[in-house]
């Protein structure tokens, strides 16, 4: 059985539709355009078999209404009122599969960057939107430190194999800032040298591991000494617990 490929296509400055392909079908994760999936799809002879959403923000959902007009297939989302184009409301627990590639996928509640984020988990892939990013994580637009770390903590319980497709190319500014969190943490000098390679050529990043993100990414090491002591410094006071740390540093990131 020929495995799924899995193909980025780009769209806006840095978003990835995810396009997860097989059999000559595809099934797109947040085409937040329409043009760049179209394109692709007909290049390849390609027949659209699903979409995927994440989250309700329009570079994640801009271009399912165009793709439905192409063709009419089932759009698995949140229970959000917000994604009218959804056919199929997903909720944490749920299972269901995308029988054109063969694929069960499992939904994850991760509420913080908007309140009704999820994620879909199968066949040790992940697809987390704009929650965890290699070696970062979203902005709190609807969600707390708490529902963040939570939601990180729920992933980071995943295998460490889990392939991590997260929804922008962030992962050199991400590791930047890593550097500054944690910087005695000597993961982070060799990521950075291996991305900025990868971006000097165009490549992308992604994706990552969970194995990676927890020996790397600072918003999932909240509890480390290194972290802990350079966001207690930023505080200017001693942090004692991890949803703290993960507060300071969300906020010294959004600042960087
Ligand atoms: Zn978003």
Same mark, same amino acid.
């Given at each position: 059985m020929p495995a799924i490929e899995i193909f980025p296509i780009r769209a806006f400055n840095d978003n990835y539709v995810w396009t997860l392909i097989k059999d000559g079908y595809a099934v797109v994760v947040d085409p937040g355009e329409a043009a760049p999936v179209l394109k692709f799809l +007909?290049?390849? /002879?390609?027949t659209l078999a699903a979409i995927l959403n994440t989250h309700h923000h329009a570079d994640h959902v801009g271009g399912n209404e165009d793709l439905l007009r192409h063709r009419t297939v089932p759009v698995y989302g949140p229970d959000d009122d917000r994604i009218a184009s959804v056919t199929q409301r =997903?909720?944490?627990?749920?299972?269901? #599969?995308l029988e054109e590639i063969g694929l069960e996928l499992s939904v994850l509640e991760i509420p913080a960057h908007t309140r009704s984020h999820i994620a879909f988990f199968g066949d040790d892939l992940l697809f987390c939107g704009d929650t965890l990013f290699a070696c970062g994580c979203g902005r709190l637009f609807e969600g707390t430190p708490r529902q963040m770390y939570d939601a990180l903590a729920k992933l980071a319980a995943l295998p460490d194999r889990t392939q991590v497709y997260c929804g922008h190319e962030y992962t050199l500014s991400n590791i930047r800032f890593a550097r500054a969190a944690e910087p005695d943490n000597p993961l982070l000098a060799v990521w950075e040298l291996e +991305? +900025? +390679?990868?971006?000097?050529r165009d490549e992308v990043t992604l994706p990552s591991t969970i194995g990676r993100e927890k020996s790397a990414n600072p918003f999932m090491r909240c509890d480390q000494?290194? =972290? $802990?002591a350079s966001a207690s410094k930023r505080a200017g006071r001693a942090l004692g617990d991890p949803v703290s740390v993960l #507060?300071? $540093?969300?906020?010294? /990131?959004?600042n960087f």
């Open positions: +007909a290049e390849r /002879k390609l =997903v909720h944490e627990g749920d299972r269901f #599969t +991305a +900025a +390679a990868q971006r000097d000494a290194g =972290v $802990i #507060t300071e $540093i969300r906020d010294w /990131k959004n």
